[in-house]
Each structure stands twice: as C-alpha cells, then as structure tokens.
C-alpha cells in the first residue's frame, strides 16, 4: 500500500542516469561502462572508482537520495555546499545510528567523493534545452570532524560537503521530479530501492519531464546496462530483477510487469499503480493549503502536467483574490473545478464575476490568512534535543556562510546537545544581530564563547585524566 508519503525531490539527471550500481553487497569492480541509443542520441557512461573502494552501490543510492534531499530542504545554496551533523544525514538515509552503520556511511561517502564519472551525450542542461558532456565526482569537497587522530566519524562529527557543479547546476534549474523518499527506504534491500527509483524517473522524459507515463516498455539487456549490473546473461538478470520485482509488485508501485521474447531480444513492459502517481511537492502544498484531498491531487496529477497545474492554481488564486470569482461550497471542490474546466474560466482581464452554481451560496470567500509563524522557543520545543543542535548548527551555518570552521559547528551543536548553550537565543540573536547590520560581531561573540567552552571541556577532561 501507498502509505509512506513524504514526497522528496530528486534531480532528474542523477535519476535517470543511475550511476550507483543496482548491488546489495561490494564486488570487485573498480569500473565500469555502458552505452546506449536514446532517439538520435548516442549515450556513453563510464566510472572509475578507486580499487579499495570498488563501484558506488547499494547504500550509496540512499546517501545520494538524502544528500540532495538536504541540498534542496535547505534552499539551493549556489555554492553547493552543505553542513551537517552525520547523525542528521544517518536519519535522512535511512540509517540505524550505531557504529555499524558510521561505517558504512564513512565508506559510502568516500566512494561518492573518490569516484570519477564522464557522461558524453547524456547530461541535461535544461534551460538551455542542450546535452552536454560532463565530467564529475558526486563529491567534489568532504570534511569532517572527529575525536582524536581516529579518522573516524563519532556521535559529534559534523560534515562540510560540496556536490558536483554538474549536479548543482541541474538542481538549481529545476530539472528535478518528486521521490517518495519514505516509500524507498521502507523497501527491503538496496538493490530494489535502487530499481524503484530509477523505473520512478523513467517516467519522466527527458526533454519534456512535465509528461508523466503510466507504462514503460525497455529491453532486458538495456535494463540490465541502466542498472549496472555486472553479469548481463539473460538468466543473471533475470535471476537479478525477481526480487525487487515481486517486492515493487507486492507494495503496489507495480501493477505488473509483462515479459516479452525470449533471450536477449527480451522486454519488460513496466504498468505503475495510479496509487503512486507522484505529485510535484510544492503542487501538492498548494492544492492542500486549498483543501484538495491528497487522493484527488494525485488523479489531477495523472490528468495534467505539473505547469498545467501551477497555472491554474495561479488562474484561481487571481480570481479569488480579485472578486472575479465568488465561491460555493468549498475551495477545494471550486478549485477542481477549474482545473478540469479551464475553458469555462476567463482571463482576470475581462472584468467577469464568476459564480458556480453548486450548492448553497456562502460568504464571499477569503483566502485563508496565514498562520502566525511559532517563534524559535516553541519550534525548537516540538524537537528532541539532537535535532534542536542539529538544526542551531544548519541555521547558523546558512545564515553566515563560511564564517564559522567545522570545528566550531561541532562544538556549537554539542553545547547544544548538552544544554550549555539556549538554542533558541543563539537563532535569535543570529538573525537580530544580521538584520543590525552587526554580523561580524554576532560572529566574533559567538567563536569566542565557543573557544572559551571547548578550552574549560579540554582542561576537564584532561584533569579526569590525571587523577
């Protein structure tokens, strides 16, 4: 069942192209390359990753997923650069917070950092409607603090990641479709979250990503390529697609999958279940703030684009908002109503009150002031203690780009963590100080009380050590 619905985003360049290996476990693979025919295009691909590290694979899709998912929650820096606590990403990927998992994220984001790509033909400027050629490592910059000379992420360790300028490029220009990023990490093994969200960004085309398809027919060969498996004998693959598939089947994103030939000359002709049909999220926020049910959302999304969409919405709240349209009934039942019925509706220009026929008449209608924004104490009160410091940490480092080391922002989220320092106060006095026009000062206040704390916990320490 479609239950799990905390809809992401997730680039469509990156989805499309699945350069994360459809493996549940490391092999030895230090390489790989596919190439492909799209229409007239010919696409080639190829990694090369460090021998040690082997192939990005299995848990790098949810690492890859979460990364982006923060890069876009935090507004698209146009750097490409994000700092967080790596127990905040851990929760983001997916992951049990133990020092198992450290581990493997620790490897996961060295292979993301290390590893070479170069698409030719393949990667999407869209704005400027071009292919282009791009050369890239997902991550370009990895820092991060730990205890001691260890090397090794801890409970404290904060991380500075800066993604590929390709991918930034391709976030900031929207070339992104909606992932239901809690539906993928519910499923069972890597090798099907993988599969889930490269079949969910084939949906998409390329050139024309606001059409959305319900079917989709491939080779089994060419899967097998777009999946970078390494055995591609019609049987392996096979063998390799029956469980994800009967898990897909199973949880209903699949209403099934239809094998055609025999051999290599086979097809897969993919059906998706209208239940999972993603909806843009901003679309999905506006069609709520009016009330329309998340049920109704995702059959307008089968019947219109995400620009058809936007636009209409747009057309009704203009209308509304000008007295040209006075609503019966609901907003939500007024708003479907014009979006299935576009023609019926004229220009704001023309000057005509519109009112629908259904139903009982009810006051004019109002657009639905606002909700006062809680203040800091009350926000931060609905969190647990590790994401008030997590997110004191995001807010200062956004607000005050690159002014503070990623020490710093350790020892900052851990007074914090421990209640030395007010999280609430510390925001507050960020934005007061910034909009006083006094941000080097807020800057310096703050790095000398964080100096101050961290040299009383070291002399601390080192005075239990002595005894």
């Not at 790098?60 to 490409?80: K, R």
């Not at 997916?94 to 996961?108: A, D, P, T």
């Amino acid at each position: 069942m479609a239950d799990q619905q905390r809809t992401s985003f997730d680039d469509l360049n990156w989805g499309r192209l699945n350069l994360v290996s459809a493996q549940d476990q490391s092999v030895e693979q230090n390489s790989w390359k596919v190439t492909y025919q799209h229409g007239e295009r010919v696409v080639r691909i190829s990694c090369r990753a460090l021998p040690e590290l082997g192939v990005p694979h299995g848990i790098d899709n949810d690492v890859s997923s979460a990364l982006i998912d923060n890069y876009m929650s935090i507004g698209l820096p146009d750097d490409g650069i994000m700092t967080l606590a790596i127990s905040e990403l851990m929760q983001l990927a997916g992951f049990h917070r133990n020092g198992k998992y450290r581990e493997m994220l620790s490897s996961s984001l060295d292979r993301l950092h290390t590893t070479s790509y170069e698409i030719a033909g393949g990667w999407r400027d869209h704005p400027n409607r071009r292919w282009t050629t791009a050369k890239f490592h997902f991550i370009e910059l990895l820092e991060y603090t730990h205890q001691g000379e260890s090397g090794k992420f801890d409970e404290r360790s904060m991380l500075r990641i800066r993604l590929a300028e390709p991918l930034v490029a391709s976030l900031r220009s929207g070339y992104t479709k909606p992932l239901n990023i809690e539906f993928m990490q519910s499923l069972s093994r890597p090798r099907t979250r993988i599969i889930f969200r490269l079949l969910d960004a084939m949906r998409y085309h390329p050139e024309t990503p606001d059409e959305l398809i319900d079917e989709y027919d491939i080779g089994l060969i060419e899967l097998a390529e777009q999946c970078k498996l390494p055995n591609i004998r019609p049987d392996a693959v096979r063998r390799a697609l029956a469980g994800p598939h009967e898990e897909l089947l199973r949880r209903g994103y699949l209403r099934q999958v239809v094998p055609e030939g025999r051999g290599r000359e086979q097809r897969l002709h993919y059906e998706f279940s209208p239940d999972f049909t993603p909806v843009n999220p901003a679309v999905l926020h506006r069609l709520r703030m009016h009330g329309v049910t998340d049920g109704v959302s995702r059959q307008l999304a089968r019947q219109y684009s995400t620009s058809i969409l936007t636009g209409r919405i747009e057309l009704f709240d203009r209308l509304v908002k000008s007295g040209q349209l006075t609503v019966r009934k609901t907003p939500a039942h007024a708003l479907v109503h014009l979006i299935k019925n576009a023609d019926q509706y004229p220009d704001p220009a023309a000057g005509k009150v519109i009112t629908l026929p259904q139903g009982p008449p009810r006051a004019q209608a109002k657009q639905a002031a606002e909700p006062t924004l809680p203040g800091w104490s009350e926000e931060l009160a609905r969190m647990s203690p590790d994401e008030a410091a997590a997110f004191t940490v995001k807010r200062v480092s956004l607000l005050y780009a690159r002014k503070f080391a990623l020490s710093e922002l350790d020892t900052l989220r851990d007074l914090v963590l421990r209640g030395r320092l007010n999280p609430a106060q510390i925001i507050e006095e960020a934005h007061r100080r910034l909009a006083a026009l006094d941000a080097q000062g807020f800057i310096d206040d703050l790095k000398d009380w964080l100096r101050s704390e961290e040299a009383a916990r070291q002399a601390l320490a080192a005075g239990a050590l002595t005894e």
